[in-house]
């Protein structure tokens, strides 16, 4: 059974760093596209970043772009989203998920994990 489970989430104040982990199980990294996504209280989720199956091609919402570095150790079935310079409007559920192919479409996911919290504030 395919599952992914984040962990790394918490609070920290504006300016702070965070790492994300999202560990998969039941399918290896190898062929799968894996897409952070965030849902604050009241919005729609976002994706965030994306890494792709095998050449470790990136993409950055531009909200993030500079700050929130994602990648992949397959040894590991790890994805990472290494979060910098926070801001209060970063606070949100962050998600990881596994899509078949290259996409930032909510949809487009098959397979969620169940999130984590991360909160930006003083």
């Known amino acids: 059974q395919l599952q992914l489970v984040e962990s790394g989430g918490g609070l920290v104040q504006p300016g702070g760093s965070l790492r994300l982990s999202c560990v998969v199980s039941g399918f290896t990294l190898d062929y799968y596209v894996i897409g952070w996504f965030r849902q604050a209280p009241g919005k729609e989720r976002e994706g965030v970043s994306c890494i792709s199956s095998d050449d470790g091609i990136t993409y950055y919402a531009d909200s993030v772009k500079g700050r929130f570095t994602i990648s992949r150790d397959n040894a590991k079935n790890t994805v990472y989203l290494q979060m910098n310079s926070l801001k209060p409007e970063d606070t949100a559920v962050y998600y990881c998920?596994?899509?078949?192919?290259?996409?930032?479409?909510?949809?487009?996911?098959?397979?969620w994990g169940q999130g984590t919290q991360v909160t930006v504030s003083s």
């Open positions: 998920a596994a899509a078949d192919k290259w996409t930032m479409w909510t949809e487009e996911y098959d397979y």
